[in-house]
């Protein structure tokens, strides 16, 4: 079951997680062409071995360990992650901010600690 990188992502985008990937499954990296343009970053769900490094590394807590531990209004990005390779990653992620224009307005390093809330 692989971990899910959410919207305190968005804004965010420092790539800790990437630099502690034993795998290189989070996706752009800096390096990617594809890096500059995209709001937030994405974890390929196949890809990633469950390791849980990338979680401790994130400093706004914005990888949930498994899908079922992902906010139910976090689960449009759980397709957006599963996406990422294979259609528009960055549509789902533009479309939660839309929808969740009220979580969205909350700082990103706050935003994890207010997902209970929402
Ligand atoms: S859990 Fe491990 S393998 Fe999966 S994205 Fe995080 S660091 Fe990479
Ligand atoms: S460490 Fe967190 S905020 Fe930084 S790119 Fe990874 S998921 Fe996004």
Known sequence: MPF???????ETKDTACV???????????????????????YIHPEECIDCG??????????????????????????????VYRNGDADAIAKAHVAAQADLMAIPAAERQAAHARF
């Open 4 to 10: 899910i990188i959410t919207d305190p992502c968005i």
């Open 19 to 41: 630099d502690v990937c034993p795998v290189d499954c989070i996706h752009p990296r800096k390096d990617e062409p594809e890096f500059a343009q995209t709001i937030m970053l």
């Open 53 to 82: 490094a990338c979680v401790p590394a994130c400093p706004v807590a914005a990888i949930y360990e498994s899908i079922d531990a992902t906010p139910a209004h976090q689960k449009d990005l759980v397709e957006a992650n599963a």
